[in-house]
């Protein structure tokens, strides 16, 4: 009900019932007067009338709780700011009194009484009596945005698994030959090998009400659905026990980095880019996790300088370790590091790109009047040569190398 609207009402009964009260009173006023013409002398009933005037007055105040009761409004502090004590406080004014004794001594025919109130949204209101203004959509603390699936190849398949042929050993005969001697011989096997495809998946269900009656949820739904698969998926593509590339890259090679106190990530990555590059491979990419990579770069040398250029300390350029950009992703422990060359390692294939589907006809979905929403998505991961990656642990490098 209208706050506003209730109290106006109940204000201009009160007022009301004050007029047909002030109309009564005039009238025994008058028969007063002509008694007095008539007889001398005013009768004793009549006076009695006019004493009850009071009674009167203090039955209208009865009737102004029973009006604040319903409103139920508190003013500044807490103290009362009702009707009632407002009408209560025009009645007891010296105003109002004085109108009173003149009326009773037959000086006036009648008397006016004024009521002020103040309300405030603060005091008055309860609940939601103004509507609060919505900001669309639903806040939440971010998920990443650096995915591994961004820095390797990416390709499509329409099979349940991916077969490539590998050259498992090289016997190499291959030299300088004297005139009518035979050649050396070579000899190779080939090995078929197969990734097969997997999936990640999850779900949610939802009431169909809630999906009718929220707006925006089955967005939101779709959305969080998508990147907590995409987390999934970082993980699959680097910690898998059968597929990761942390696994099926050939590992850090410790005792090629040794016999230096001062060993920092930076001259494990440089040791690791070597090995690569001694297996014929030119690394395209350097993996690492955001807290390894600030620790880098904010290193300082003995006279307090960034021994990393300031252009790379403050985000003016892309930074690089001997010209192989680094992508900084807690998609990766934050003590691991993957320094290869992508192309020649591995390629991402995608049976079925990541979707969300909404399926009304799930378990008891039909009798409930819920709703399934399905995230899900198929890929495969072969690794096709080991050598071209090199996987390790910052702290043990360090470590082994000498810096303890």
């Known amino acids: 009900m209208d706050l506003e609207k209730t109290l106006s009402e109940g ?28 007889a001398g002398a005013a009768d004793e009933a009549t006076k009695g009338e006019i004493k009850n005037l009071e009674e009167i007055i ?26 009632k004590s407002q009408v209560q406080e025009a009645l007891e004014g010296k105003g109002v009194q004085d109108q009173i004794d003149a009326f ?11 009521t002020k109130a103040v309300i405030t949204a603060g005091d008055a209101y309860t609940n939601d009596v103004v509507p609060a203004d919505y900001v669309a959509g639903f806040k939440y603390d971010a998920d990443r945005k650096v995915h591994v699936r961004q820095f390797i190849p990416n390709g499509t398949t329409t099979s349940d698994k991916i077969r490539y042929i590998k050259e498992s050993g090289f016997t190499d005969n291959t030299g300088v030959t004297a005139e009518g001697d035979a050649s050396g011989q070579n000899d190779f096997d080939l090995t078929a090998t197969d990734a097969v495809v997997e999936k990640i998946s999850a779900h949610f269900r939802v009431s169909k009400e809630a999906l009718n009656d929220t707006a925006g949820l089955a967005s939101h739904i779709s959305l969080r659905g998508m990147e907590k698969y995409m987390l ?13 590339l942390t696994i099926t890259s050939t590992d850090y090679t410790l005792d090629q980095y040794v016999l230096d106190a001062e060993a920092q990530e930076h001259d494990v990555l440089l040791e690791a880019i070597k090995q690569v590059e001694n297996r014929n491979f030119r690394p395209t990419a350097i993996m690492m996790s955001i807290s390894r990579f600030y620790d880098m770069i904010r290193r300082k040398d003995a006279d307090g300088n960034y021994i990393f250029p300031t252009d790379v300390v403050f985000g003016q350029r892309v930074p690089v370790v001997r010209g192989v950009p680094i992508v900084a992703t807690n998609a990766i422990n934050a003590n691991d590091f993957l320094v290869a060359d992508f192309p020649q390692l591995t390629t991402l294939f995608d049976r079925e790109s990541m979707q969300v589907r909404f399926y009304e006809q799930d378990q008891d979905n039909a009798i409930k009047d819920l709703v399934t929403v399905q995230i899900s998505g198929r890929l495969a991961l072969p690794t096709y040569l080991p050598n071209a990656g090199a996987y390790g642990s910052f702290a043990t490098a360090i470590t082994n190398a000498g810096n303890s």
């Open 11 to 38: 204000l201009e009964s009160v007022k009301g019932h004050v007029d047909t009260l002030k109309n009564d009173l005039e009238a025994r006023y008058d028969k007063l007067q002509e008694e007095v013409k008539s």
């Open 58 to 83: 203090a039955s209208q105040k009865e009737r102004l709780e029973a009006i604040e009761k319903n409103g139920n409004r508190l003013g500044v502090n807490g103290e009362s700011v009702s009707m």
């Open 104 to 114: 009773k001594s037959g000086q006036i025919s009648g008397f006016t009484m004024d």
């Open 232 to 244: 999934q998926e970082d993980s699959y593509l680097l910690y898998d026990s059968t597929y990761g």
